[in-house]
């Protein structure tokens, strides 16, 4: 297993929209991943172009240096004619940068049956194309029925069962958060599949769900070592820091989840 920069930082993030060349905002990320000693970067299309105003078709070559995932993130407009093209660039841009995980975000809950429909779809389209290539393919575990297209792990699995090859990213924050799955029901269920990567941060379940979630490891009540040793099983898993906190935050997160790794 090994850890992977999603979010930089509070105060990288506000750096970073002071700068006003690309090349040298790329090379903050690469210098701040570097500081922090992730071994991976977690690159989310949503993110970089929100935050840091970057296009992911520009990522520079030395990012080869670290492992590199994409996360196709967001409420995903299944429906749309553009959902097909989206992917399909941003698959591209994976396979151009020798990523090893290309995960998507599920999508919303406005008429089920046929996004199920289309996301079925979407899958067997490109989960061959990925195995060709040698990336996997994963899908994220965000199963809030009221907000997302599956309601509960139960029916998430339900689902990526159909698809033995498809890879799981779990989302720890999320799924504790609500619908409050323990860690020992996360490993029951999800333990014996094809996990390919976590979504990691902390939670509170008793908090507003902007300040119960994407929290700095020791802000909330996971319990991230019986997690990760359950996890740790899996070859070429990685664990993407998705924390919304200060530098310091997101250091001593890192540094918190090694030292239960034991690196």
């Known amino acids: 297993m090994y850890f992977s920069m999603d979010e930089i930082g509070f105060e990288n993030t506000e750096k970073i929209k002071m700068i006003p060349l ?34 992911l078709e520009n990522i520079p070559a030395y990012f080869q240096d670290f492992k ?23 698959f591209d841009i994976a396979l151009r940068n020798n990523m090893h995980d290309f995960s998507l975000h599920p ?14 779809r979407a899958i067997d389209k490109w989960l061959p194309i990925a195995i060709r290539n040698g990336i996997s393919l994963s899908l994220e575990t965000h199963v809030q029925g009221k907000y997302f297209l599956f309601n509960g792990l139960h029916e998430f699995t339900a689902f990526t069962d159909a698809f033995p090859e ?3 990213l779990i989302d720890i924050s999320h799924n504790y958060y609500s619908p409050q799955y323990s ?18 941060s902390d939670a509170l379940r008793d908090a507003d769900f902007f ?19 359950g996890f740790g099983k899996f070859a070429d898993l990685y664990g993407a820091l998705e924390i919304k906190s200060s530098n310091e935050g997101v250091a001593k997160s890192l540094r918190m989840l090694q030292d239960i790794r034991g690196e």
């Open 107 to 120: 999508p919303g809950a406005e008429e089920k049956d046929v996004c199920r429909s289309l996301l079925r």
């Open 166 to 168: 498809l890879g799981i």
């Open 211 to 229: 300040e119960g979630t994407h929290l700095a490891i020791g802000d909330g009540t996971v319990d991230f070592e019986k997690l990760l040793k």
């Open 183 to 200: 860690e020992d029901e996360i490993l029951d269920i999800l333990g014996n599949r094809n996990v390919k990567g976590l979504h990691i």
């Open 22 to 55: 690309e090349a040298d905002r790329w090379k903050l990320i690469y210098d701040v991943a570097k500081a922090y000693g992730f071994e991976g970067i977690h690159l989310t299309p949503s993110l970089y172009s929100k935050n840091f105003e970057l296009d």
């Open 68 to 90: 590199l995932t994409l996360h196709f993130g967001g409420l995903l407009k299944i429906t749309s004619e553009a959902f097909d093209e989206a992917l399909s660039k941003h």
